[in-house]
């Protein structure tokens, strides 16, 4: 699955091709009877070799994709996955606070986007760290991927455990400490200056946030935007009691949040697919007729044609008119609960994964045009 704002359940793939051809037989055809007899015709051809590999992807970037992911899940065939997040805070929503004014709590809100996979009746775990050092972009970038991963402290700022319903989208209120609230609350009155700016508030207080779950029997995902993923501090008049005031400190550089995955692949049939692997794949044959697409889980499904250049050999007054692949989903891979994505892109590679470009069609990109069949399990993909 490409979609990288999840972790995906993965897909299983078999896979097909079909070539239309014109060729000199089959259907007669009256043009030019008067000077030779002319036969012309269409066959199909649908038992070109196609070789499925499953390929270790290096790194896959996660940042700005609007999703936190957070927890851990098995599963026999691609192994164990712990998911936590990386995000870096802005500065306050409100730049000025009268002295007269009273500091009441700090809160970290995380609000569920309904994404989960694995056992959503369980309580989850969720730990907010204070980051140790910033977020910065590798090799002077703009990408953050699944390996990376900044130092914290790995005593929690805060935790929260309770249950998380799929269906419903209650926010959580992860209670974060009172002193550090009090600090933040007293630069906001008295120092604005020093926390008036992403770059002050980050360097003057807060570096960013780590969030863990030490939770393995699900992940989860949540949101990213003003109300989904951010820091609220609490504060009153104290002579107007009933008015609860806030203070937000929201992720306003989106690409400085992101996702890191740790994965064990330890027995599975994949379990010696890695970085060192030669070619970095795993023939389908070695790992029982089937290949696995999961992004998040260093991946991928690499398909190829060894045998494509024999069509040449069918004559010289053959024309390839056109050429359909069929990529067919396992049935157990997906479900009502765990549906295949909309659009699965395929691109031209140069090497074992490295993307050229993506499928082109008259009508640009191609995803795969999904023929959707949750009932009988026959979904598939079909690419022109």
Known sequence: MMNLSGLNRKILIFCGIAAIFSSCKNVESDIGSDFFQSHSGMMVVDTLTVKLQ???????????????LLGGYHDSLTGTKTVSSYMQLGAPSVQSISSTYTFDSLRFMLKPNGYVLGDSTQPFQISVHELTSFIVYPNNGTTLYNTSSFSYDPTPLGSWTGRILPHRSDTLKIPLPNELGQTIFNAIVSEPSTLSTEDFFTHNYLKGVAITSSSTNAIYGFGTGDSSAFIRLYYHNPKNVNTVYTCDFKITTTGLQFNHVDNDLSGTPYAGLNSRTPGKVLPSGETGNLSVLQPLSNLGIKISFP??????????YVEILGAQLTLTPVSSSYSRDYPLPP?????????YYTVIDSLQSSSGVQHGALVSDNINHTSYYTYD
Do not use: K, W
């Open 54 to 68: 499953t390929v270790y992807l290096d790194a896959i970037a996660t940042n700005g994709t609007g999703s936190v």
């Open 307 to 316: 045998y494509l250049g024999n069509l040449g050999f069918l004559g010289r």
């Open 343 to 351: 659009l699965l892109s395929m691109g031209e590679t140069l090497n």
